[in-house]
């Protein structure tokens, strides 16, 4: 939050609005599909397979596909762009 309220200071009331709607929309969007997919691979795993291990890659995966979109949210050159890569980053 402070490095988009430094960079855009004049869109601090718009980040606001923007960050409650991103965390709450594409957050949540997110999480739900995340626990589909572990449970989908819970379900569909092989008998003997490490089941929890399995579930445990779908963070590891998200995290490591959100960090170049991170990067790009923050050195975005309008609040706008910047928004729409946030709300990608939360996606994933």
């Known amino acids: 939050a402070p490095c988009f309220k430094m960079t855009f200071p004049d869109n601090a009331s718009e980040y606001a609005v923007a960050q409650a709607l991103i965390t709450a929309l594409a957050g949540s969007a997110s999480g739900l599909l ?3 997919i572990a449970d989908w691979l ?4 092989k008998k003997g397979e490490d ?3 399995k579930k445990l890659w779908i963070p590891v995966i998200g995290s490591i596909l ?3 979109l991170f990067y790009m949210a923050v050195h975005a050159d309008s609040f706008q ?3 729409v890569w946030l709300s990608l980053e939360y996606m994933v």
């Open 34 to 36: 995340g626990g589909a």
């Open 42 to 45: 819970a379900v569909n795993a």
């Open 51 to 53: 089941v929890v291990g």
């Open 66 to 68: 959100a960090a170049p």
């Open 81 to 83: 762009t910047a928004m």
